[in-house]
């Protein structure tokens, strides 16, 4: 074993992390894939994870653009803006999966797709916001023309994709060497003059997995977003359901936890993990409720386009997931300098 090995599984030893998987991966895993398990959060701890994250943002945004896509046919496409959400949906879907396959494309192109589709999320919450103003009685009545009108938050929730695309651009991909093994001028060495000119501390922090506070923000952004989305939604279902609560209940406590994460690296490593850990599972349980609700309605999947185009909006428990998944990767990754 060289010497390089041996200092990539020191530092992936729980005594070098601290971070709460350790313990769970020695725990329930045997001791051979705990330590794979260790190496790859090591991976994501220094910023070495642009390829999954690209596929990731990829994938998350073809069900964004698909929830986007029948919400506006819904609409008929009335404004030509309308359709600017679908096809940003499917090219950030194209530019995640090539950048998980190219490091070059993710700087680029993927880089390039984000920024725009996160500017068209701001557009849309400003035509969203106006749409509401338009409706009678526009924000004097502002409880019943939130749960009527258009979904005030939902191109910023459609921004989530956008946003992981945009870090992962910044990232390191998995082959390359651990940054903390290097000297800083080493990692000045390994960096193009173009590269050069382009570091800042914020970058560079990316680059190095350290954005911790970073990712708490975003997830209580998204929280919030998905969460209130879920709430109108529920309402105007009378929360014929039990579970309809869940989402409800689990929103303020993952915002908590990442508002506590951003202050106390303690509950980073406990409670964040945790609650995102729960949003996680009850997208998925929401997920399937969803789907059981297209099946139910009259005709099931004999008349699919119509049930998934008027029955419960399908994908939108994974959009509270991903907030979840923020959430967990913020847990993982170390603290700003």
């Given at each position: 074993?060289?010497?390089?090995?041996?200092?990539?599984?020191?530092?992936?030893?729980?005594?070098?992390?601290?971070?709460?998987?350790?313990?769970?991966?020695?725990?329930?895993?045997?001791?051979?894939?705990?330590?794979?398990?260790?190496?790859?959060?090591?991976?994501?701890?220094?910023?070495?994870?642009?390829?999954?994250?690209?596929?990731?943002?990829?994938?998350?945004?073809?069900?964004?653009?698909?929830?986007?896509?029948?919400?506006?046919?819904?609409?008929?496409?009335?404004?030509?803006?309308?359709?600017?959400?679908?096809?940003?949906?499917?090219?950030?879907?194209?530019?995640?999966?090539?950048?998980?396959?190219?490091?070059?494309?993710?700087?680029?192109?993927?880089?390039?797709?984000?920024?725009?589709?996160?500017?068209?999320?701001?557009?849309?919450?400003?035509?969203?916001?106006?749409?509401?103003?338009?409706?009678?009685?526009?924000?004097?009545?502002?409880?019943?023309?939130?749960?009527?009108?258009?979904?005030?938050?939902?191109?910023?929730?459609?921004?989530?994709?956008?946003?992981?695309?945009?870090?992962?651009?910044?990232?390191?991909?998995?082959?390359?060497?651990?940054?903390?093994?290097?000297?800083?001028?080493?990692?000045?060495?390994?960096?193009?003059?173009?590269?050069?000119?382009?570091?800042?501390?914020?970058?560079?922090?990316?680059?190095?997995?350290?954005?911790?506070?970073?990712?708490?923000?975003?997830?209580?952004?998204?929280?919030?977003?998905?969460?209130?989305?879920?709430?109108?939604?529920?309402?105007?279902?009378?929360?014929?359901?039990?579970?309809?609560?869940?989402?409800?209940?689990?929103?303020?406590?993952?915002?908590?936890?990442?508002?506590?994460?951003?202050?106390?690296?303690?509950?980073?490593?406990?409670?964040?993990?945790?609650?995102?850990?729960?949003?996680?599972?009850?997208?998925?349980?929401?997920?399937f409720y969803h789907a059981r609700g297209v099946l139910r309605r009259p005709g099931g999947?004999?008349?699919?386009?119509?049930?998934?185009?008027?029955?419960?909006?399908?994908?939108?428990?994974?959009?509270?997931?991903?907030?979840?998944?923020?959430?967990?990767?913020?847990?993982?990754?170390?603290?700003?300098?």
């Open positions: 074993m060289n010497a390089l090995t041996k200092r990539i599984r020191r530092l992936a030893s729980p005594r070098e992390t601290g971070n709460w998987p350790d313990r769970l991966f020695d725990k329930f895993l045997p001791k051979k894939l705990a330590r794979e398990a260790r190496l790859a959060e090591a991976h994501i701890r220094e910023g070495r994870f642009q390829r999954s994250l690209s596929a990731l943002a990829g994938a998350s945004s073809m069900l964004a653009g698909a929830e986007v896509a029948y919400e506006h046919y819904k609409g008929s496409y009335g404004q030509h803006i309308m359709y600017t959400p679908v096809a940003l949906g499917g090219a950030m879907t194209m530019a995640g999966i090539w950048g998980a396959f190219s490091p070059r494309a993710a700087q680029t192109v993927l880089r390039l797709t984000s920024a725009i589709t996160l500017l068209d999320g701001l557009v849309g919450f400003c035509f969203h916001v106006r749409g509401i103003a338009r409706k009678p009685g526009g924000w004097r009545l502002p409880v019943a023309n939130i749960i009527m009108g258009p979904p005030i938050f939902a191109p910023l929730l459609f921004g989530v994709s956008a946003y992981l695309g945009l870090i992962a651009s910044f990232l390191r991909p998995e082959e390359s060497a651990p940054m903390i093994l290097r000297s800083p001028a080493a990692r000045v060495l390994s960096l193009s003059s173009a590269q050069i000119a382009a570091q800042h501390p914020w970058t560079m922090g990316l680059r190095e997995g350290r954005f911790q506070k970073h990712l708490a923000m975003a997830t209580i952004v998204g929280t919030f977003c998905s969460g209130a989305e879920a709430l109108y939604s529920h309402y105007k279902n009378n929360f014929r359901y039990l579970a309809q609560w869940t989402p409800i209940i689990i929103t303020p406590l993952l915002m908590g936890a990442a508002g506590g994460a951003i202050v106390s690296p303690k509950i980073a490593r406990t409670w964040l993990p945790a609650m995102s850990v729960l949003a996680i599972a009850d997208g998925a349980v929401g997920f999947m004999q008349k699919p386009i119509y049930n998934l185009l008027y029955g419960p909006p399908i994908f939108a428990p994974l959009l509270f997931a991903a907030c979840g998944t923020i959430g967990l990767l913020a847990s993982l990754m170390r603290r700003e300098r």
